[in-house]
Nanobody, 126 residues
Framework: QVQLVESGGGLVQAGGSLRLSCAASGRTFRSYNMGWFRQAPGKEREFVAGIRWNGSSTYYADSVKGRFTISRDNAKNTVYLQMNSLKPEDTAVYYC???????????????????WGQGTQVSVSS
């Protein structure tokens, strides 16, 4: 079992930056591919970024490519999402998730993730 706790959300002006953190419990964290998803009011949860268990590969939604960076520190059991050049359309609750299947490719499908955090609100004003 893995427990995930996100932090770092908040209110920021357009063009600003935030860094989200996702702290995980359990030694198996370092074996799991990890993802960040977000959900805006009235919309479905969508993939934002993912990272392979060893950090060797990263994946991004087209909407955030070039602005967001996902990284992980397995020694600290933590995954990060650095968000730069934020836009009002980035406003959402952001969730981190763990995929315990240990597949080579990081999934962009929410249903394939086994563990989820409680989410952290990111609000971007124009």
């Amino acid at each position: 079992q893995v427990q995930l706790v996100e932090s770092g959300g908040g209110l920021v002006q357009a063009g600003g930056s935030l860094r989200l953190s996702c702290a995980a419990s359990g030694r198996t964290f370092r074996s799991y591919n990890m993802g960040w998803f977000r959900q805006a009011p009235g919309k479905e949860r969508e993939f934002v970024a993912g990272i392979r268990w060893n950090g060797s590969s990263t994946y991004y939604a087209d909407s955030v490519k070039g602005r967001f960076t996902i990284s992980r520190d397995n020694a600290k059991n933590t995954v990060y999402l650095q968000m730069n050049s934020l836009k009002p359309e980035d406003t959402a609750v952001y969730y981190c998730a763990a995929d315990r299947r240990m597949y080579p490719r990081v999934s962009d499908t929410a249903g394939e993730y086994d563990y989820w955090g409680q989410g952290t609100q990111v609000s971007v004003s124009s």
